[in-house]
T-cell receptor
Framework: AQKITQTQPGMFVQEKEAVTLDCTYDTSDQSYGLFWYKQPSSGEMIFLIYQGSYDEQNATEGRYSLNFQKARKSANLVISASQLGDSAMYFCAMSPGSDSWGKLQFGAGTQVVVTP | EPEVTQTPSHQVTQMGQEVILRCVPISNHLYFYWYRQILGQKVEFLVSFYNNEISEKSEIFDDQFSVERPDGSNFTLKIRSTKLEDSAMYFC??????????FGDGTRLSIL
């Protein structure tokens, strides 16, 4: 069975600082996808970044980068130069790479508060 | 940028009543999903849908739930006889093959 663990329930970060959100996963699949989503207080789910298990390079999308360490089964999200608008809940998610590629399993989330 | 749209944004229903949540996925997407998030809890997978049939469903998705794609654009989730514990935010998502899922803004379902 797959499992996603986010051990940080909440974090404070100062504006313009970088922040790393931890995510570890457990799966026996060889092929899988790892995702990060942002959920502001308004409730919508916003896709941020994706890493495939066979991708050798870490994914980057603007100020977001994914620190993928396959041997350690970790997929940490790094947000550089934090902005007040980054305050939100952040979810790590995984999908299996086989027939049910689409089913996402989410972690419990990390609440990030960016302070001036 | 194309987006997934969900209606209504908030639905209040009496326990035991039927409710239909509506979604318009992104037009060129072929894979559709429903998730729910009970207040303060993690997002849970309900069902995935492809080629006019259910691909996978979770144990939450029991006989009270059904999905339908009645035309070329809509994707609906029906709960036949709602219970108090069905109160949650329901998210629709869509994707192309082997691509990240894009979520709608959600429908907040409140069962009284």
């Amino acid at each position: 069975a797959q499992k996603i663990t986010q051990t940080q329930p909440g974090m404070f970060v100062q504006e313009k600082e970088a922040v790393t959100l931890d995510c570890t996963y457990d799966t026996s699949d060889q092929s899988y996808g790892l995702f990060w989503y942002k959920q502001p207080s308004s409730g919508e789910m916003i896709f941020l970044i994706y890493q495939g298990s066979y991708d050798e390079q870490n994914a980057t999308e603007g100020r977001y980068s994914l620190n993928f360490q396959k041997a350690r089964k970790s997929a940490n999200l790094v947000i550089s130069a934090s902005q007040l608008g980054d305050s939100a809940m952040y979810f790590c998610a995984m999908s299996p790479g086989s027939d049910s590629w689409g089913k996402l399993q989410f972690g419990a989330g990390t609440q990030v508060v960016v302070t001036p | 940028e194309p987006e997934v749209t969900q209606t209504p944004s908030h639905q209040v229903t009496q326990m035991g009543q039927e409710v239909i949540l509506r979604c318009v996925p992104i037009s060129n997407h072929l894979y559709f999903y429903w998730y729910r998030q009970i207040l303060g809890q993690k997002v849970e997978f309900l069902v995935s849908f492809y080629n006019n049939e259910i691909s996978e469903k979770s144990e939450i998705f029991d006989d009270q739930f059904s999905v339908e794609r009645p035309d070329g654009s809509n994707f609906t989730l029906k709960i036949r006889s709602t219970k108090l514990e069905d109160s949650a935010m329901y998210f629709c998502a869509s994707s192309e093959a082997h691509q990240p899922q894009h979520f709608g803004d959600g429908t907040r379902l409140s069962i009284l």
